[in-house]
């Protein structure tokens, strides 16, 4: 999924065609254990319905009647609070069980419309279905029986949703956009061989600048921890002794971005290692109107830093700490791996290289000199 213009707004991801097809499968199973000795009849809210309906019909395995209402609300990416009936309904409904279903519910003024007509209608049972609901915007002290996702109260299109006419037949739904997003926020990816101090001055660059820390080793404890199923999944490969795929581990950090939408900015620490990380990262970013503002390596002398970690391994106690080969050859690989990451910012004119021997401070300020200037 990517960022989409229509007409003169861009709108952003937001749901997955698989979690739409997901919640109307839940919502399609709820019904037919409601009304297994029913005949329900589906009054579908036209436009926005069309595509709720068609696919609530695949999954709803009982047998039913299907029509239609049309009624606007919307002017642009505003509800106008004023329903307007534009096509009524014909059909005799006395006695019979009915379920009204949305694509969306934000206000209840639609609802609450329906609600009237079809009481002057003897109507046996009304129930009422939607695919999305608004809970910060909904207005109406009327009981909805199914609904699919909850969502913020936030504009949105696709799947039968529009702006001025255009998106509704995306597979996929969209949010708004916040236009010049990318360019409000900072997101570094943060490189340091081990020793040179990348934890500390990570833990200065998220209070500073107010950046959401990704660490993928944090990351991982914490899906394994708590047993979720990227986390799961990821246990798998480890206990083969396999490395986690690319994918695994960029699911991972899609959805610790998802969790923050309203973050300044994030620092990507121990991500991307390779290519084919970086250019999964740019493109989820992208997804997102976001991009990498500037990777930062803090560089140091291999040698230096081998002292460095052979004294801290005095006190420390740490095994890869105190073994001169072990060492070397953790930089060896680092060196390895980073040079094409550095290669690729560089083409992207994003990689910002900071002396890293000095006192704490020392390297503080130069990082800070750097970022500013972002």
Known sequence: ??????????????????????????????????????????????????????????????MCEVSFVKLASYEGTQSTNEVKQLIGLNEDLEGKTVVIVEDIVDTGNTIEELKAILKEKKVKHLKIATLFFKPEAYKKDIKLDYVGIRIPNKFIVGFGLDYDGLGRNLPDVYQLAIENKHTEMINIVLFGKPGAGKGTQ????????????????????FNIKNDTELGQLAKTYMDKGDLVPDEVTIKMLQSEVDKNPQAKGFLFDGFPRTIAQAEALDKFLESKNQEITATVALEADDEILVQRLLERGKTSGRPDDQDEEKIRNRYDEYNQKTAPLMDYYKGQNKFKAVDGIGSIAEVTERLSAVIDTL
């Open 202 to 221: 990570a833990d200065f660059l998220k209070e500073k600048y107010n950046l959401v820390h990704l660490s993928t080793g944090d990351i991982f404890r």
């Open 1 to 62: 999924m990517q960022v989409i213009q229509l007409h003169d707004k861009h709108f952003e991801p937001f749901i997955s065609s698989d979690e739409i097809d997901f919640a109307i499968q839940n919502m399609a199973k709820q019904m037919d254990d409601d009304f297994f000795d029913e005949v329900p009849v589906f009054i579908g809210v036209l436009n926005g319905s069309f595509k709720v309906i068609s696919d609530l019909m695949k999954y709803y395995r009982g």
